[in-house]
């Protein structure tokens, strides 16, 4: 039985997806291809992948809708994946604007072109693992294994199975959210500054600057706070940073 993790490299560059294939191969990873978005949707449609890395400039549908697609965010033809496919994002925009836009919609990384392929190996290595709550040893790691679950008043952490219940329903997180809300709860009331959390939750030279913690953070509000204009258990500390405060 083939167990080897299924990375899908979705670019109009032939050149750039052979380059990154026989990387990923030899890494003994399995590669699937597509070079446009329309393209795209139909293999996965058909066929289960473990990771995507992404254009934003494809032909026919660009990245950025098909991360709505695969997000459950857009009208195009539903798709039967799960909705929290670890998702890299590959685009020579560098700007912040295009950054932010793809961290709204879930993106786990952004990296800019030209990159290096072992660069790149790294980054999936590190993002599947956080996917899959296996951190191992990594000393960055925020959630490992064997940590019992953390329980306040309206949220209910599993490390284990990387599940959330808040106000008394299931939430559903990235492997980002996960981990960055894992971390708060681990240390409910001390101030994490946005430079800290960047550290301990990505853990590598990162393209996405602070204004990534601050898009995540806004989405793990709108994910489990009561009012996400009033938030009650991620707060911020003006000047600082964040910090998670129970419910008392």
Not at 91 to 112: K, P
Not at 149 to 176: C, E, G, M, N, Y
Not at 206 to 218: D, K, P
Not at 227 to 236: A, E, F, G, K, Y
Request: net charge negative; charged share 30%.
């Amino acid at each position: 039985m083939d167990n080897k993790p299924t990375i899908f490299i979705v670019d109009d560059e032939p050149t750039l997806r052979d380059v990154v294939r026989r990387y990923l191969e030899r890494d003994d990873y399995t590669v699937l291809e597509a070079e446009t978005g329309p393209d795209a949707l139909d293999i996965l449609s058909k066929e289960q992948v473990d990771l995507i890395l992404l254009d934003v400039m494809l032909p026919g549908i660009d990245g950025f809708s098909l991360m709505r697609s695969i997000r459950g965010q857009s009208d195009y033809t539903p798709l039967c994946v799960d909705g929290n496919i670890p998702v890299i994002m590959l685009t020579s925009r560098g700007a912040e604007t295009d950054r932010i836009m793809g961290f709204e919609l879930g993106v786990d990384d952004y990296v800019i072109k030209p990159f290096s392929p072992r660069e790149l190996v790294a980054r999936v290595k590190a993002v599947l693992r956080r996917a899959q709550g296996n951190t191992g040893t990594d000393a960055n790691s925020t959630a490992k294994t064997d940590e019992q679950a953390i329980a306040f008043d309206k949220l209910r952490i599993d490390p284990l199975r990387r599940t959330v219940i808040a106000h008394d329903k299931s939430v559903t997180l990235t492997a980002k959210e996960f981990d960055l809300l894992w971390l708060l709860a681990q240390h409910p009331q001390q101030v994490f500054t946005r430079e800290q959390l960047l550290d301990k939750v990505w853990g590598y030279e990162f393209y996405g600057g602070e204004s990534t913690v601050t898009v995540h953070i806004r989405r793990l509000r709108e994910k489990i706070e009561a009012d996400p204009s009033n938030p009650v258990l991620i707060q911020t500390v003006w000047g600082m940073g964040y910090k998670l405060e129970p419910e008392a």
